[in-house]
């Protein structure tokens, strides 16, 4: 079955709420829950939390049903939020186990490899439960079918480490569902943002082939998907100055340089149908490969082009309905809803950082925190301004710096007041940034 906008407005939502509350687990049900009511009519919303969310090991999942009680949805989480910009490849390098392959199980036999991480990350998938019932996502699948005559259509869905994981569920849960317990009526639908590749040429063919509509939408500006099968064009991926992969250090450059050869012939991306891509953020005068990179990468760049290529929004007040305009319409609507979220993935960054400060266990680690994130001078004073904190034209960067390191270690902001932080555009102009 075709992917429809619906349907990716629907995933891309469901991938965003995946990362609801991963500091604070104990708000996340009722989050994710409020955020599943507000997805709109036009992208078969509102949605109901059915299973889950389980969680194993830092892997989280849930399972959804749309309005029409016959669509259900498998979200992931990507990865934590909270790891900063700098330990990106790093976390990749170490967590996705990238440099070894193992067989893929689902079914057993022939040459289809994949990471031997992500096969870790599936198996948590599988052993995951739900808080309640303590049913296996498995389990509760089956219980599906067989409520609806044999029948199910899944969403899978999932942003960076979550499209990963997305794309391997999908393939196993049709082994599963359709191969082993012999289902005719199963319609798998994998929607994938910012996914790195998982595994070989043999299990790219495997894949396209179970799932000949599989959707993956893929910012160019965004070196996540090139991981793993195009390190070089990672290490170059952004115009000077300094942005390079060696601004992580010379030993993860080095990394990336030995293996990009071997990496490229060993992972490869799905091809058919081509992914969907658009170009993100470059800023004006690109400073760090990291700020560049995180911006990139983030789901709410992702979240913002589907909100403005299929204009389903979300309409002030409780009706939720997809907004009808005319072609010069629908553009100036789009331009908006891109700079709505513009100034949302400003907000987030901010909203990250902060929260990394609240949880800093000493003033040096807070002082590191700032350090790691490489803020000018009119940033800080933008960080100062959103925690109330006088700023004089005589404050040097370095003091201004000291002065957001005490507020923040002496107040112990709560997680309601960073999460109040209205959203601002704090640093930029939006609407150039829009308008490309």
Same mark, same amino acid.
């Not at 965004?222 to 099968?229: C, E, Q, S, Y």
């Not at 081509?274 to 170009?279: C, G, H, I, Q």
């Not at 990250?352 to 266990?361: S, Y």
């Given at each position: 079955m075709p992917v429809t906008p619906g349907d990716k407005r629907a995933a891309v939502e469901l991938a965003a709420l995946a990362y609801s509350d991963e500091v604070n687990p104990a708000n996340r049900v009722a989050d994710i829950k409020a955020g599943l009511a507000k997805i709109p009519a036009a992208a078969n919303g509102p949605w109901t939390l059915v299973w889950g969310p389980g969680e194993i090991e830092g892997v989280m999942g849930y399972v959804a049903l749309a309005n029409d009680e016959t669509q259900y949805a498998l979200a992931f989480r990507g990865s934590l939020g909270e790891i900063m910009a700098h330990e990106f490849l790093d976390n990749w390098l170490v967590d996705t186990d990238t440099f070894r392959q193992v067989p893929w199980q689902f079914p057993q036999g022939g040459e289809v490899k994949v990471s031997a991480g992500m096969t870790k990350a599936l198996g948590y998938a599988a052993l995951m439960t739900d808080q309640t019932t303590h049913t296996h996502l498995l389990d509760f699948l089956r219980g599906v079918i067989k409520a609806n005559d044999d029948s199910l259509h899944l969403l899978v869905t999932g942003h960076s480490l979550g499209g990963a994981l997305a794309q391997l569920a999908s393939q196993w849960l049709y082994h599963q569902l359709v191969e082993v317990d012999k289902n005719e009526e199963i319609y798998i639908t994998p929607l994938t943002f910012a996914a790195p590749t998982t595994g070989n040429q043999q299990f790219a063919t495997l894949f396209q082939t179970t799932f000949p509509t599989n959707y993956a939408l893929v910012n160019t500006l965004?070196?996540?998907?090139?991981?793993?099968?195009?390190?070089?064009?990672?290490?170059?991926m952004y115009p000077p100055p300094a942005q390079t992969v060696a601004q992580f250090g010379v030993a993860v450059a080095g990394l990336l340089a030995l293996y990009k050869d071997?990496?490229? !012939? +060993?992972?490869?991306? @799905?091809? *058919?149908?081509?992914?969907? /891509?658009?170009?993100?953020?470059m800023p004006e005068h690109p400073d760090k490969f990291a700020h560049t990179m995180e911006s990139n990468h983030t789901i709410s760049i992702y979240k913002g082009h589907v909100v403005a290529e299929t204009g389903i929004v979300v309409e002030a007040g409780s009706r939720n309905k997809l907004k009808a305009a005319t072609k010069a319409g629908q553009?100036?609507?789009?331009?908006?809803?891109?700079?709505?979220?513009?100034?949302?993935?400003?907000?987030?960054?901010?909203?990250?950082?902060?929260?990394?400060?609240?949880?800093?266990?000493?003033? !040096? +680690?807070?002082?590191? @925190?700032? *350090?790691?994130?490489?803020? /000018?001078r009119k940033e800080l004073e933008e960080v100062a301004r959103i925690l109330d904190i006088h700023v004089s034209r005589e404050d040097k960067s370095d003091v201004l710096a000291a002065k957001i390191v005490e507020t923040t270690i002496g107040s112990r902001l709560s997680s309601e007041a960073i999460r109040d932080i209205p959203r601002r555009q704090y640093v930029g102009d939006p609407e150039k940034l829009a308008r490309g």
């Open positions: 965004d070196i996540v998907p090139m991981a793993w099968w195009n390190l070089d064009g990672i290490q170059h071997s990496l490229a !012939q +060993a992972y490869r991306p @799905v091809t *058919a149908p081509p992914a969907d /891509t658009f170009r993100g953020w553009a100036k609507s789009r331009t908006r809803h891109v700079t709505e979220n513009i100034s949302g993935i400003v907000h987030e960054r901010w909203h990250r950082m902060l929260t990394a400060l609240r949880q800093a266990p000493s003033r !040096q +680690a807070a002082a590191d @925190v700032i *350090a790691r994130q490489s803020l /000018t």
